[in-house]
């Protein structure tokens, strides 16, 4: 049966999730999730785009992009994954498949949800267990907004600068949204999907 084509958005927004085949880890090491890291970014000289958020979990990882173009979304990830398997494979001495089927792509229709997309996916660490404070947790985005850490893969979102009238109000502001927990956390909001299903 034939795969379904991805659909371009008009507004270019996605939250993207790659999976590790049979949920098997991605990422053993540092180097690992910073040689992922560093073949998204490689790919902006061959395709315009946008990364406002970003978690890299041991099995999958969650990204927020806007795409400028069909090409982008469609090509981006996929050459990403297809380059980081032959390393994966390599480095690991590994035989089958490192991803689960291809990458997931949700779109996100309207820019009023993208600090909800973000929110999400940086709380990730949290909701699995693996810290007890987002802080810790080395392979996010979240550092960049709570705390202006240097991350040179993010472009801001641009709803971040409506959080606060300086840097230090949005760090806070930021680290309040994602701090605070809600009843129910499936992402489940107008205008979003639930990438858990």
Same mark, same amino acid.
């Given at each position: 049966?034939?795969?379904?084509?991805?659909?371009?958005?008009?507004?270019?927004?996605?939250?993207?999730?790659?999976?590790?085949?049979?949920?098997?880890?991605?990422?053993?090491? /540092?180097?690992?999730?910073?040689?992922?890291?560093? &073949?998204?970014?490689?790919?902006? *000289?061959? =395709? +315009?785009?946008?990364? #406002?958020?970003?978690?890299?979990?041991?099995?999958?990882?969650?990204?927020?992009?806007?795409?400028?173009?069909?090409?982008?979304?469609?090509?981006?990830?996929?050459?990403?994954?297809?380059?980081?398997?032959?390393?994966?494979?390599?480095?690991?001495?590994?035989?089958?498949?490192?991803?689960?089927?291809?990458?997931?792509?949700?779109?996100?229709?309207?820019?009023?949800?993208?600090?909800?997309?973000?929110?999400?996916?940086?709380?990730? /660490?949290?909701?699995?267990?693996?810290?007890?404070? &987002?802080?810790?947790?080395?392979? *996010?985005? =979240? +550092?960049?907004?709570? #705390?202006?850490?240097?991350?040179?893969?993010?472009?801001?979102?641009?709803?971040?600068?409506?959080?606060?009238?300086?840097?230090?109000?949005?760090?806070?502001?930021?680290?309040?949204?994602?701090?605070?927990?809600?009843?129910?956390?499936?992402?489940?909001?107008?205008?979003?999907?639930?990438?858990?299903?």
């Amino acid at each position: 049966m034939p795969r379904k084509p991805r659909v371009f958005t008009e507004s270019g927004l996605y939250h993207v999730i790659v999976r590790g085949n049979n949920r098997q880890n991605l990422f053993h090491v /540092p180097e690992d999730f910073e040689t992922y890291l560093n &073949l998204i970014q490689k790919m902006k *000289s061959d =395709y +315009p785009f946008h990364l #406002y958020h970003y978690c890299l979990m041991t099995n999958h990882a969650h990204f927020c992009f806007k795409f400028m173009s069909e090409e982008a979304l469609r090509k981006v990830m996929q050459r990403v994954n297809i380059t980081y398997a032959k390393r994966f494979k390599k480095r690991y001495s590994y035989v089958g498949h490192v991803f689960q089927d291809r990458f997931k792509s949700f779109p996100i229709e309207e820019e009023s949800y993208l600090l909800e997309c973000g929110r999400y996916i940086e709380r990730n /660490p949290l909701k699995a267990g693996m810290v007890h404070h &987002l802080k810790d947790y080395l392979w *996010s985005s =979240y +550092p960049y907004y709570a #705390y202006a850490k240097s991350d040179p893969f993010i472009t801001e979102n641009p709803l971040y600068q409506n959080l606060g009238a300086d840097l230090e109000e949005r760090q806070l502001r930021y680290r309040e949204y994602l701090e605070v927990n809600r009843p129910y956390e499936n992402f489940i909001v107008e205008g979003l999907h639930d990438p858990l299903t």
